[in-house]
C-alpha cells in the first residue's frame, strides 16, 4: 500500500477510541441486561465487533500491526439481504441443543408430571428417556424449558433465533411437514445466536441456578406445575 493511501495516524487513534467507546456500551448493556437473550446485549456486541474490525484494518494498513483479538461473528455467515423492505409477515426459526446430562433427573421429573396427570397413561412412557422426553415437551412450552433445563437433567448447547421476512402469511398447514426447507437466509431480518464460542456471552447467572439444582436430591423433587401452560 502506497503512502498516500494509508491512514492517517490520527485516523487510528480515532477508531481506537471507537472500540474503548464500544467496549464501555458493551458492558454497561450487559451490566443492564434483562435475559439471557436481551437484544440490547446482541446490538451492543455486533457495534463492538464492528469498531474492533476498523481498528485492527487501519492499525495493520497504518503500522503493519494486528490486535490480539478475534470476535467471531455469525453475520459473516449470511447473504445480504434480499427480502421486502417492509415485509407482510415473518418466520420466526428457532434451534436449541442440549444434552441429556442427567438422565435420572429426567426420568424423576417426567414420573412427576405423570403423577399429577389424572390422564396420566401410566408408568411405562416415563421409565425410558424417550418417553420422558416426549412428556416434558408435551407439557411445557419451549420457553420454559430453556429456563429451567438444569430442572430437567439437560444441559444447553448452542441457540439461535431467525427472523425470516415474508411477502404473505403462509396458508394454514402449509409447511408443517417440512417447516424449515424454505429458510431462506437472503430474507434474515435478523438473528440471535448463543454458542461457547462467544465468550462474552458466558456471565455468572448460571451459579444461582445451578446452586438451586444442587440442593435438590433426585428422589426428593418436588411436585411440577402441571397448569403451567
Not at 124 to 153: C, M, N, P
Not at 207 to 218: A, F, R, T
Request: with cysteine; aromatic share 6%; net charge negative.
Amino acid at each position: 500500500m502506497s503512502d498516500a493511501a494509508q491512514p492517517t495516524a490520527a485516523e487510528v487513534r480515532a477508531a481506537a477510541e471507537a472500540v474503548k467507546t464500544a467496549l464501555d456500551r458493551h458492558l454497561a448493556a450487559v451490566e443492564r441486561r434483562t435475559g439471557e437473550d436481551d437484544p440490547a446485549v446482541y446490538e451492543a456486541f455486533n457495534e463492538l465487533a464492528a469498531a474492533a474490525e476498523v481498528y485492527d484494518e487501519l492499525l495493520y494498513d497504518r503500522y503493519d500491526e494486528v490486535t490480539p483479538f478475534e470476535i467471531p461473528g455469525a453475520e459473516d455467515s449470511l447473504p445480504p439481504y434480499a427480502g421486502p423492505e417492509e415485509p407482510n409477515a415473518l418466520s420466526v426459526l428457532i434451534r436449541r441443543d442440549y444434552a441429556v446430562a442427567e438422565p435420572q433427573r429426567l426420568l424423576a421429573q417426567a414420573r412427576r408430571i405423570e403423577a399429577a396427570d389424572d390422564e396420566g397413561v401410566g408408568g411405562a412412557v416415563s421409565d425410558t428417556v424417550h418417553g420422558a422426553l416426549g412428556i416434558l415437551f408435551g407439557e411445557f412450552e419451549a420457553d420454559e424449558i430453556a429456563s429451567r433445563h438444569k430442572e430437567f437433567g439437560l444441559e444447553e448447547g448452542d441457540s439461535t433465533l431467525w427472523v425470516l421476512a415474508a411477502d404473505e402469511p403462509a396458508e394454514p398447514g402449509e409447511w408443517l411437514e417440512t417447516p424449515f426447507e424454505q429458510a431462506d437466509p437472503g430474507r434474515v431480518v435478523c438473528r440471535f445466536d448463543v454458542s461457547s464460542v462467544f465468550d462474552e456471552l458466558d456471565d455468572g447467572d448460571d451459579g444461582d441456578d445451578e446452586e438451586l439444582v444442587d440442593d435438590i436430591e433426585d428422589e426428593e423433587l418436588e411436585p411440577l406445575d402441571a397448569d403451567r401452560r
